[in-house]
């Protein structure tokens, strides 16, 4: 039982560290996405 | 217990319960923060009108003058990462993110002072030498952390991480012309503001960073991982001290690996709107170049995770002769897709290069901790990022004055590029030869038994509790 609430724990505490550098970056690779698609046009 | 001793390697040592993938994370936050160097340039323009606001006065700082606060930081980069590589290595890198985030921001905040003042030589110093050396020590901070958490995989984590320093341009240069232009007025360009809300940003994201980041405990292995208990080839399983490793050849032969295939890639990187434009005049309009520029950012970025992840499978070695073969391929036919008018197939030559110039850096940590082993890696590639330092005045100063110089001689601008382009051509074949020179480290150069017992005795006093899976 406590070796579950640890593996959970961290598995949340995973997705709040890959969210807090993978939203920012996402949203920077689409902004440069949008720009680059300029090339095309 | 002072408030400091957290920020101690052995307060960093991970508990039973730890996943490894907390790790690349904690890399990010500082890569994704340092990685706003590569788009500073944002600022020059505004910067040049911060008397005149709409347009430049004669009091106003010249663009020229400007680009030197880069060059500083590049500068300062490649020599706090050689001065300061040992400190990171045996202090930990939670101290290391922390003190970079320390520097990051007070050169943010030093430079905002300088743009409200209006006194140039506080950018150089704030951005320029601050910020340089929290580049030098934040770059290097996570990356021997993350071999030794990932030993099964050692370039798809150092790919990671230094994927990030690729990608952090992408956000900071749209981050800063949208805060620009919530802080500018009538009156006011709004450098200083946004100085100081990127260096409040940046310092909260690198701060979290090194609370999140750990180190193994000594012994630790990934699960179902087995070591090899012998030297293969090139790997080796013994530890070269840092200083040791300046005396011997492989240092430097993969030193200038490093510097030839960064000058062949940072040379075209800068001058990519320019040239696309020119030789294909009428075909590549200002706009699709700034398009181009941006698509080549993404191949920078995707380049660095995907080539050094391909070097745990096909080894480093390998993966720089690809470089430097495939390189020298597409340099020799980017002139001859201007001859027939190809812009896809300028595109896709520049695209995968630019790709080759990204895996160039991600790759190289996995490639030094091949030859020299895991525990001085990251202090040992502090001192090879001085070659990126001289890439960067060695590439755009060639592909600059070349071109220049075709110019003044009457060569059409379509062509002007085109003897820049075989010379780069020709030093992958430099590189090439370099990298093939490249054999496994004499083992005189290793340390010794007494200094390994030496380092398991401050390793155990070190570690609090093993560390989990």
């Given at each position: ?7 959970s724990?961290m598995?949340?505490k995973?997705i709040l ?5 993978g ?10 996405a949008?720009?680059a698609?300029k090339?095309f046009? | ?5 957290i920020?101690?390697?052995s307060h960093t040592?991970?508990?039973?319960g ?7 994370p904690?890399a990010l936050c500082?890569h ?5 160097a590569?788009?500073?340039s944002v600022?020059?323009l505004?910067?040049?009108k ?9 009091a106003d700082?010249k ?5 030197w606060?880069?060059?500083i ?5 490649g020599?706090s990462?050689a001065?300061?590589?040992r ?8 101290r290391?993110?922390f003190t970079a ?13 300088g743009?409200?003042?209006h006194m140039?030589?506080?950018i150089?110093?704030?951005?320029g030498?601050?910020?340089g050396?929290?580049l030098?020590?934040g770059?290097?901070?996570p990356?021997?952390?993350l071999?030794?958490?990932?030993p099964?995989r050692?370039g ?8 990030g ?8 240069s749209?981050?800063?012309v ?6 500018s007025?009538a ?11 990127l ?5 909260f994201f ?8 750990r180190?193994?405990?000594p012994?630790w292995?990934?699960?179902?991982y087995?070591?090899?208990?012998q ?6 399983r013994?530890d ?6 300046l005396?011997?050849?492989?240092f ?6 490093l ?7 940072i040379?075209v ?5 320019a040239?696309?434009?020119e030789?294909?005049?009428?075909h590549?309009?200002p ?6 520029v941006g698509?080549?950012?993404l191949?920078?970025m995707?380049g ?7 070097s ?6 390998n ?14 036919a980017v002139p001859?897709t ?10 896709i030559?520049?695209?995968?290069i ?14 030094l ?7 001085y890696v990251g202090?040992?590639?502090?001192l090879?990022?001085?070659?990126w330092?001289m890439?960067?005045i060695f ?6 004055y070349?071109?220049?110089y ?16 075989y ?10 030869i370099c ?7 004499h083992?005189?150069?290793?340390m ?20 989990g899976?």
């Amino acid at each position: 039982m406590n070796e579950q609430t640890q593996d959970s724990s961290m598995t949340l505490k995973l997705i709040l560290a890959w969210g807090f550098v993978g939203i920012p970056l996402t949203w920077g690779v689409i902004q440069t996405a949008i720009n680059a698609m300029k090339l095309f046009q | 217990m002072s408030l400091l001793s957290i920020l101690d390697r052995s307060h960093t040592v991970a508990k039973p319960g730890f996943s490894r993938w907390m790790v690349p994370p904690a890399a990010l936050c500082v890569h994704l923060c340092i990685g706003q160097a590569y788009a500073f340039s944002v600022f020059n323009l505004p910067m040049t009108k911060l008397l005149g606001v709409s347009q430049s006065t004669p009091a106003d700082w010249k663009l020229t003058e400007l680009g030197w606060i880069f060059s500083i930081a590049i500068f300062f980069l490649g020599v706090s990462s050689a001065v300061f590589g040992r400190w990171v290595e045996e202090g930990g890198p939670r101290r290391a993110m922390f003190t970079a985030a320390l520097c990051w921001a007070g050169g943010f905040f030093i430079s905002a002072i300088g743009v409200y003042a209006h006194m140039l030589w506080l950018i150089y110093l704030g951005y320029g030498v601050l910020g340089g050396i929290a580049l030098g020590i934040g770059y290097i901070s996570p990356v021997s952390t993350l071999i030794k958490w990932f030993p099964d995989r050692p370039g798809m984590a150092t790919g990671m991480a230094i994927m990030g320093f690729g990608g952090g341009a992408f956000i900071a240069s749209p981050l800063s012309v949208w805060l620009m232009s919530k802080f500018s007025s009538a009156t006011h360009v709004g450098v200083a503001e946004t100085f100081i809300v990127l260096g409040i940003v940046y310092f909260f994201f690198m701060i979290v960073g090194s609370i999140i980041v750990r180190v193994p405990a000594p012994g630790w292995k990934p699960k179902g991982y087995v070591a090899p208990t012998q030297s293969q080839g090139l790997i080796t399983r013994s530890d070269v001290f840092v200083y040791d490793a300046l005396k011997t050849p492989q240092f430097w032969l993969i030193w200038w690996i490093l510097c030839l295939n960064v000058t062949a890639g940072i040379g075209v990187l800068g001058q990519a709107s320019a040239m696309s434009q020119e030789m294909f005049p009428g075909h590549i309009t200002p706009v699709a170049a700034a398009g181009f520029v941006g698509l080549m950012s993404l191949f920078n970025m995707g380049g660095r995770f995907f080539w050094a992840s391909t070097s745990d499978y096909i080894g480093r070695k390998n993966t720089y002769f690809v470089f430097m073969v495939l390189g020298f391929l597409l340099y020799c036919a980017v002139p001859h897709t201007g001859t027939i008018g190809s812009v896809a197939g300028f595109v896709i030559c520049f695209l995968i290069i630019i790709s080759m110039y990204g895996g160039g850096f991600s790759t190289v940590p996995a490639y030094l901790r091949d030859m020299f082993g895991t525990r001085y890696v990251g202090a040992i590639h502090g001192l090879l990022l001085t070659a990126w330092s001289m890439a960067g005045i060695f590439g755009p100063v060639l592909v600059n004055y070349i071109r220049e110089y075709n110019v003044t001689h009457g060569v059409p601008k379509a062509q002007a590029y085109n003897v820049t382009m075989y010379i780069m051509a020709g030093l992958l074949v430099i590189g090439f030869i370099c990298n093939l020179m490249v054999k496994a480290v004499h083992h005189r150069f290793h340390m010794k038994p007494d200094h390994e017992a030496e380092r398991a005795q401050v390793a155990v006093a070190a570690a609090g509790e093993p560390a989990g899976a």
